[in-house]
């Protein structure tokens, strides 16, 4: 024995004299240890000629056999099968590498046994178990009870007369158990109706409750088991998602992976996919959602050249309603979950059903009445036996079974329990299967299943939109940082100075997707693991962070000249990352404390500014600039020891009064609104006798699952924390005007809020930081609102959806906290209020009040019983975010809120000291409502690709205006296979967009003309 992660220590040729030597039982571990264990067994004239197996009790371990990775050990897996028939002192190098988990007290090594196998009489032992359990299911007296335990006692009438070990008992057992399977052939067939597909199967979280090292581990574990109970029974078939796992195991157990690969070439082993993980579908952009499938799906045709038409997401909480069309238009089918079964106020109605998306395509769906870890036993078997729906048939279900995570997949009483119970009377009929014959079946009964056109909402495990708020930011810089990475390698690529600035650095991309993909994982970003793993999530977050700032840096140096330094004269380049022209506020740091100080464009026109922060080494300014063009760039300069001409007088300011060009505002004393009365609108904003911008906390102890659940009756445990410390008006135009509030608790927690007003736009800016020292709390932002409405609109990835504030029935009561993007929206018919982020998830509305959730301080799950809590509190110490107001006339979609949103969460990029070349602003679109999403390289040319979504709901017919010199465009689907070509002409394309429909277009771009 020794303890460790040792190099070679699986090797047959280690030399271990040096380890400690073991008695069993033996105690060892206890918490995150490894620990080797080694055995060299030399076989004694017993054991020769016979089938041998090793006995083991062990938490979780791999077994080397020989040097190689063999069979995993869990508490499911004792029993590994060496050999079938060994040889007179054929020698066996047995390695173990254990792992002890989590646990704070010792493991123990309770058993090491080499013994002899008896397969038949195993294989009796399990079908007169399971005969025995499905006696005492069905009813006491029945027909079918009857003829089971008739079929029990004749059975053992072939043993009754033969003692166990004499030399006719081994023949006994024989003829008792072909006797048992005529029987069930000829006599106990059952008559009911469909058929249960049974998946081999085994869940496994790429992270929770362990780190990516032990999922890693977990992968040896669970697929050498797979591999050696698929040689000793060549009727399982096994499924198995996430096309991470199957790199993890390429990398780390690449003999492996060489059987995986042929067990799928022989169509015994199933890939399924088809995103790269299992990912949230509520929190990740729909980008994001996009490139889950486009990694999954690739890896899947280049490694075994299968096209993967399943989505199999069992455990993430909720689905959003743009995922049909995602998945329809990735060349994806069939859709899986179980996960719905967790509902706290409803049952979800069907188990085959066509799931229409928001943009009412079509998407086959199953979800199944089992749940994630079902097993082959007479119970489980009859839990697929639904009431027919709308009257119609019932179809075939599909019914996985193995353990997860450290469980291993499939056992051998699986496999033994299927050969009884496939046909048996009392329950359904079933047969090992694949989910690609499922669905091939289920699709030949879908003519009539019923329609679900809405999204899949979870009622429960509503926390995870808010839980870890580090996470959910970081994903969200992520995001953005990997779209202006593609974005500027685009340009690059199209307008770099020399080959070396014009090389799009795919593999860096590449690199960096995969991370972001891998900690979309639904538990990661869900913020439900243990705090190992948010560690392991933040360093691969900073590595995203470094790969894309590189990427950027390149790119712009690809297509730029560096500005000599001045002590006099400063200059700025900025660049808008978004699709349309827009007016911006910019902070421009110089290092000069001169109070004559002019702010031009490069053709001299002047640029309003406002000193907004003065220090001993320079100043920062506010500038206003106007006109920054789409997908383009706009050069600053600031010079000193010029004139300068007012922006224009300071705004009317006192204690607790501002008055904006766009408002006039009355603050309370602990620096809430008691009123905001836009002029624009000529309107009070907020109801009468109510504050806005009130931070709310609530007593937050759900009754289980802590890091996942907030507890509908939250609202009843309303406790007031925040005091008072300051509330001040620290800047008072003309540019800009800013309150300061600062509120604290006992607990020593602070707040610090910065409300920014513009002279120019009417978006109101809650910039917060929050040291935050708070247990077990929810703290959420409310907006009372002047209006009447029923319901509030929310952004999903594609699209938007409403959702009830009057809730009437009881699946729309569930939804007292909703999942959003970057906003949601109040309005009647007049005006409406929009509340946006930067980095929150979770929403909820009641009456005409909206309400945005910022934290919730809960326990990080235990990491043995993720029911119960551990002590450490998440999210502690420092959290920077921003949230905004933006009233507008007419709805959401008539005010803008969408174009809002995305400039809160694409600022406007600002270099210094560069000079980009002119370069022309890429494309644009003639209406509002067509954003665009994406733009990148192609995967497979040098074609430019550009993703866009109709965004308000309204079929539109828009036109592309293009500043490159594109020789075609063709419209493909999302992993770019090429579907129609359009016509360009005169540098424009007019397409046509459905309600929220996605469009992908490649471009054959001709190369841009150098001047001389």
């Known amino acids: 024995m020794k303890e460790g992660d040792i190099p070679d220590a699986e090797s047959a040729s280690l030399n271990d004299r040096s380890w400690t030597s073991i008695r069993i039982p033996f105690q060892w571990g206890k918490y995150d240890k490894t620990y080797w264990f080694r055995k060299t067994i030399t076989i004694t004239p017993e054991f020769a000629g016979k089938p041998l197996v090793l006995l083991f009790d062990y938490p979780e371990a791999l077994l080397y056999l020989n040097g190689k990775p063999f069979h995993g050990i869990d508490k499911n897996h004792k029993e590994i099968l060496i050999c079938e028939k060994s040889k007179l002192h054929e020698q066996f190098v047995v390695a173990i590498q254990a792992y002890s988990g989590r646990r704070i007290d010792h493991n123990t090594f309770a058993a090491a046994e080499l013994a002899v196998l008896d397969t038949t009489a195993r294989r009796l032992d399990s079908a007169l178990t399971v005969l025995q359990d499905l006696e005492k299911l069905i009813d006491h007296g029945s027909f079918e009870s009857k003829k089971v335990r008739d079929l029990i006692h004749r059975t053992l009438i072939f043993l009754k007369y033969f003692k166990p070990g004499s030399e006719e008992y081994p023949n006994a057992i024989r003829r008792a158990y072909n006797f048992l399977l005529n029987t069930l052939e000829t006599e106990l067939k059952t008559a009911a109706p469909g058929l249960v597909h049974l998946i081999g199967h085994s869940h496994i979280d790429a992270a929770w409750l362990w780190t990516f090292r032990e999922t890693v581990r977990k992968c040896g574990r669970t697929f050498s088991s797979v591999l050696r109970l698929m040689e000793e029974f060549p009727e399982l078939k ?71 038409t399943t989505l199999w997401l069992p455990d993430s909480f909720g689905f959003t309603w743009s995922l049909p069309q995602i998945l329809k238009r990735s060349g994806i089918t069939n859709f899986y979950t179980s996960k719905l079964l967790w509902n706290e106020k409803t049952t979800f109605p069907y188990t085959s059903f066509w799931w229409q998306g928001i943009d009412k395509t079509k998407i086959l769906a199953h979800h199944s009445p089992v749940g994630l870890e079902g097993q082959i036993t007479p119970k489980s078997l009859l839990n697929n036996v639904m009431p027919a729906e709308n009257n119609q048939p019932s179809p075939s279900t599909l019914q996985t079974y193995g353990f997860g995570d450290g469980g291993g997949g499939p056992i051998k009483e699986n496999l033994e329990f299927a050969v009884i119970l496939k046909t048996i009377i009392g329950l359904p009929p079933s047969q090992l299967s694949t989910v690609q014959s499922f669905f091939k079946q289920l699709e030949e009964q879908s003519a009539n299943l019923p329609v679900w056109n809405n999204e899949l909402y979870l009622e429960t495990h509503r926390g995870v939109y808010t839980t870890n708020a580090e996470i959910k930011k970081l994903n969200r810089v ?94 700025f380049e900025l660049f808008n990352p978004l699709g349309w022209r827009r007016s911006e506020y910019v902070e421009l740091a110089i290092k000069s404390n001169d109070k004559n100080i002019s ?101 937050d102890v759900p009754k289980q699952w802590e890091s996942w659940n907030i507890d509908a009756e939250y609202e009843k445990h309303r406790i007031d924390l925040w005091k008072t410390k300051q509330c001040k008006i620290i800047e008072q135009g003309p540019l800009r005007a800013t309150v300061r509030i600062e509120l604290k608790t006992e607990n020593g927690s602070m707040l610090t809020q910065h ?127 921003c949230y905004s107001l933006f009233p507008h006339s007419g709805d959401w979609t008539k005010g803008g809120t969408v174009q809002q949103a995305r400039e809160l969460n694409n600022s406007i990029c600002l270099f210094q000291n560069l000079q980009v070349q002119h370069i022309p602003s890429l494309l644009d679109s003639s209406k509002p409502n067509v954003l665009i999403d994406a733009v990148k390289k192609a995967e497979d040319s040098d074609a430019i690709v550009v993703r866009l979504h109709e965004a308000h709901g309204n079929t539109t017919e828009t036109v592309l205006r293009f500043a490159l010199d594109v020789a075609g465009a063709t419209e493909c689907d999302l992993l770019e296979n090429e579907e129609k070509s359009h016509k360009i002409i005169k540098s424009k394309l007019a397409l046509k967009f459905r309600p929220f429909e996605i469009k992908t277009l490649k471009l054959a771009v001709r190369p841009a003309k150098k001047k001389r």
């Not at 796992?245 to 199933?270: A, D, S, V």
Request: charged share 25%; aromatic share 12%; net charge positive.
């Open 238 to 308: 096994f499924s198995q998602n996430q096309p991470v796992l199957y790199e993890f195991t390429k990398r780390n157990y690449p003999e492996l992976y060489k059987q995986i690969h042929q067990r799928i070439t022989e169509g015994r082993w199933e890939p399924l996919g088809a995103m790269w993980t299992e990912a949230d579908c509520n929190i990740p952009g729909g980008e994001s959602l996009i490139r889950q499938i486009v990694f999954g799906k690739r890896f899947f045709k280049q490694e075994f050249g299968i096209e993967s």
């Open 478 to 571: 992520s995001e953005g940082l990997l779209y202006s990475s593609e974005l500027l390698s685009t340009l690059a690529f199209l307008y770099g100075k020399n080959s070396s600035a014009r090389r799009y650095p795919k593999q860096k991309l590449d690199e960096a997707w995969k991370k972001l993909l891998l900690l979309q994982f639904h538990d990661i970003i869900s913020g439900t693991v243990i705090a190992d793993v948010v560690k392991e999530s933040r360093q691969e977050y900073r590595e995203i962070n470094t790969i894309c700032t590189e990427i950027i840096s390149a790119s712009l140096q690809g297509v730029s000249q560096p500005v000599k330094k001045s002590k006099s004269e400063f200059h």
């Open 599 to 699: 702010v031009i464009d490069k053709d001299g026109n002047p640029i309003a500014h406002q000193v907004v922060d003065r220090t001993k080494t320079g100043q920062t300014l506010l500038c206003y600039v106007e006109h920054i063009p789409a997908f383009g760039f706009k050069h600053l300069m600031v010079r000193n020891h010029e004139s300068v001409e007012e922006a224009g007088e300071p705004w009317t300011a006192t204690s607790n009064k501002l008055e904006t060009p766009f408002y006039r505002i009355h603050l309370d004393s602990k620096g809430a609104f008691r009123s905001i009365y836009s002029k624009p609108l000529r309107r009070e904003l907020f109801q009468k006798g109510k504050t806005g911008n009130t931070i709310a906390t609530f007593r």
């Open 755 to 881: 409300i920014r007003f513009y002279h120019r736009s009417p978006r109101i800016d809650f910039q917060t930081s929050v040291r935050w020292h708070e247990k077990q709390i929810l703290m959420k932002v409310a907006f009372p609102f002047n209006m009447k409405t029923s319901s509030a609109t929310y952004e999903i990835q594609f699209g938007a959806i409403d959702r009830s504030s009057k809730p009437r029935t009881d699946e729309e009561s569930a939804k007292f906290e909703v999942p959003a993007q970057q906003w949601a929206d109040m309005s009647d018919a007049k005006y409406g209020v929009s509340l946006l982020n930067d980095c929150k998830y979770g929403y909820n509305a009641k009456e005409n009040s909206l309400q945005l959730t910022l934290l919730r301080s809960a326990r990080y799950p235990n990491p043995l019983d993720p029911i119960r809590a551990d002590e450490e509190v998440i999210d502690q110490d420092e959290q920077v975010f």
